[in-house]
């Protein structure tokens, strides 16, 4: 089944920096890879996905980025803003949707 | 549209006894889900269905069945309950394109067994 390893379990910057979570994922039958933000108390939401066939893809201030060969993806946020606070999940699969470990992103007002 | 809905939203449970969770979508998802989160281990997946009268085992199955006799629901049944159940579960459910939809999730049910 699909393996997927989610760095780093938390991350702390200041309002306005950039942060970046990544994931590797085993299975290269897998082609997509969804992003999840999970508030408090919530129940976790998409953010943003992408699908084997492309390299990237943005949304405003939130970006994915996918190298199939390495079996690697990443979510990028640029001018965090104290309500990105949140875990983050990633995840990988075909019909077994597996989850990242979730990456705590606290941002610093 | 509901989207997915989950009951109950908290429940207390004695060692050995049995409940279902309810799970309902309405938005004609073939793919629904199971999982359970527990703190520093993410979401793990408890048995899926790709359709009616289909499903299959996850990473965590045991002591947990379902069935899928409808499209719309998928409750989750735990046989004898232990106090490792303890645990947040989400029902999700998805369009079936291949597989390459977003997983669409209730509100969560919070079981604790003492």
């Known amino acids: 089944g699909e393996n997927v390893e989610q760095h780093p379990s938390t991350l702390s910057v200041q309002e306005g920096d950039s942060a970046v979570i990544k994931c590797t994922y085993s299975?290269?039958?897998?082609?997509?890879f969804p992003w999840y933000k999970q508030e408090l108390g919530k129940r976790p939401q998409l953010i943003i996905d992408i699908r084997s066939n492309v390299g990237e893809k943005k949304d405003q201030r939130i970006a994915v980025t996918l190298n199939k060969t390495a079996k690697h993806f990443s979510l990028h946020i640029t001018e965090t803003q104290p309500e990105d606070s949140a875990v983050y999940f990633c995840a990988a699969g075909y019909q077994k949707v597996t989850f990242g470990i979730g990456t705590k992103l606290q941002v610093i007002p | 549209n509901a989207g997915v809905t989950q009951t109950p939203k908290f429940q207390v449970l004695k060692t050995g006894q049995s409940m279902t969770l309810q799970c309902a979508q309405d938005?004609?998802?073939?793919?629904m889900s199971w999982y359970r989160q527990d703190p520093g281990m993410g979401l793990r997946l408890i048995h899926y269905?790709?359709?009616?009268?289909?499903?299959d085992q996850g990473e965590v199955p045991n002591g947990y069945n379902v069935s899928r006799s409808t499209t719309e629901d998928f409750p989750l049944r735990l046989l004898s309950a232990a106090p490792s159940q303890t645990s947040v579960y989400f029902c999700?459910?998805?369009?079936?394109?291949?597989?390459?939809?977003?997983?669409?999730f209730g509100n969560g049910t919070r079981l604790t067994v003492t």
């Open positions: 999700a459910s998805s369009s079936r394109t291949g597989q390459t939809s977003p997983l669409h």
């Open positions: 269905s790709v359709g009616a009268g289909i499903t």
């Open positions: 938005m004609n998802h073939e793919y």
């Open positions: 299975d290269s039958a897998s082609n997509y």
